[in-house]
């Protein structure tokens, strides 16, 4: 299974989307950790899911391009498939905490 970093979210390939999902119109997956800075996307269906985990949603990519204005302004190609999306943690010291863009 790939494991595809962007910035300070992380897409995880699944097998299939869990049931019940519902997607929405829009080209934004999350806003970035330092205000303002956008994940967006050309191509696939986001899917959010708002639970309080580190789980944000779910996408079905189809000739899809990511776009981050600080380190994807051109658009990155995400391979087509299924995937988890996540918000990126790391261990420190203190314990876990959100990784920000």
Do not use: W
């Amino acid at each position: 299974m790939k494991n595809i970093r962007h910035g300070d979210i992380a897409f995880v390939e699944i097998e299939k989307l869990p049931k019940g999902l519902k997607s929405v119109k829009t080209n934004k997956i999350m806003e970035g950790g330092s205000g303002g800075n956008s994940h967006t996307f050309k191509g696939g269906i986001f899917y959010p899911k708002v639970d309080g985990s580190n789980i944000i949603g779910f996408f079905k990519a189809k000739d899809t391009k990511l776009y981050h204005i600080e380190h994807s302004p051109e658009g990155c190609k995400l391979e087509n498939g299924v995937y988890e999306v996540r918000r990126q943690v790391e261990y420190t010291h203190e314990g876990m905490k959100q990784v920000i863009d």
